[in-house]
């Protein structure tokens, strides 16, 4: 088999696909997300704290010097990442737990029994023309 042909026949399989469409998807439900947080969300919540911007909280390590910037540790931004990771993981835990929930619904849900094979369905008329002889 050559390589194009192997590679053809990954790229196409269904879970490959699915897994690119969710990854798109994801990706563009995160820029959702940090929009609602620091867009939204934050903005409040610095009010609230006396007009606090969270993306300019920080602490100064070491103060620039000369053409050196300054070192600075970024906490505000930190926080606004921890918010929208929260969002976004609270997000897909009920997006999973209600398709677990639809799984096991499915599962519960009483199945019919599969239908005879020919085989069966031959060898059922065979005793009935035999039960009907004697």
Same mark, same amino acid.
């Given at each position: 088999?050559?390589?194009?042909?192997?590679?053809?026949?990954?790229?196409?399989?269904?879970?490959?696909?699915?897994?690119?469409?969710?990854?798109?998807?994801?990706?563009?439900?995160?820029?959702?997300?940090?929009?609602?947080?620091? #867009?939204?969300?934050?903005?409040?919540?610095?009010?609230?704290?006396?007009?606090?911007?969270?993306?300019?909280?920080?602490?100064?390590?070491?103060?620039?010097?000369?053409?050196?910037?300054?070192?600075?540790?970024?906490?505000?931004?930190?926080?606004?990442?921890?918010?929208?990771?929260?969002?976004?993981?609270?997000?897909?835990?009920?997006?999973?737990? #209600?398709?677990?929930?639809?799984?096991?619904?499915?599962?519960?849900?009483?199945?019919?029994?599969?239908?005879?094979?020919?085989?069966?369905?031959?060898?059922?008329?065979?005793?009935?023309?035999?039960?009907?002889?004697?």
């Amino acid at each position: 088999m050559s390589m194009m042909k192997e590679f053809k026949d990954f790229a196409v399989k269904g879970n490959v696909v699915d897994m690119a469409v969710g990854i798109i998807i994801g990706a563009a439900f995160g820029k959702i997300v940090t929009a609602l947080v620091s #867009g939204v969300i934050m903005p409040p919540i610095g009010v609230l704290l006396g007009g606090v911007n969270f993306s300019d909280l920080a602490f100064v390590v070491k103060d620039a010097v000369g053409e050196a910037p300054a070192v600075v540790i970024s906490y505000g931004a930190f926080v606004q990442t921890v918010i929208d990771f929260s969002i976004i993981a609270f997000a897909i835990f009920m997006l999973v737990k #209600g398709i677990n929930t639809l799984k096991k619904k499915e599962e519960e849900a009483p199945k019919a029994p599969p239908a005879p094979s020919a085989e069966e369905t031959l060898l059922a008329e065979i005793r009935d023309l035999l039960k009907s002889k004697s």
